[in-house]
């Protein structure tokens, strides 16, 4: 389910250009429980898909599971745009990146 009126954000600068695609330790990318995520990435331009995320925490790779929306704005291999569709934020919880 995608969530209205919740912003879109583009990972950028030295978090690389698109979300991680592994799992990462705990108290990684700034913050407690790093979000990653192993799903196909939407291949058609401008269509939103729901994705499901991973957090890292007590040793599980996949302790917490949260649903992001991602959108391709291009043909490019890293262009995407993310939104947070969990209603069940947390400070704890952050997204890494990498570069595509």
């Not at 269509?47 to 599971?65: E, L, N, P, Q, R």
């Amino acid at each position: 389910m995608v969530a209205a009126g919740r912003p879109w954000f583009r990972i950028a600068g030295q978090a690389g250009n698109r979300l991680l695609d592994r799992c990462v330790p705990v108290k990684s990318c700034g913050t407690y429980v790093p979000l990653w995520s192993n799903a196909t990435m939407p291949s058609t331009i401008g269509m939103a898909k729901s994705i499901d995320v991973y957090g890292h925490w007590k040793s599980i790779c996949t302790f917490f599971k949260r649903e992001v929306s991602v959108m391709r704005c291009s043909d490019a291999a890293h262009d995407f745009i993310y939104r947070y569709d969990d209603s069940s934020d947390s400070c704890d919880f952050a997204f890494c990146g990498m570069d595509a």
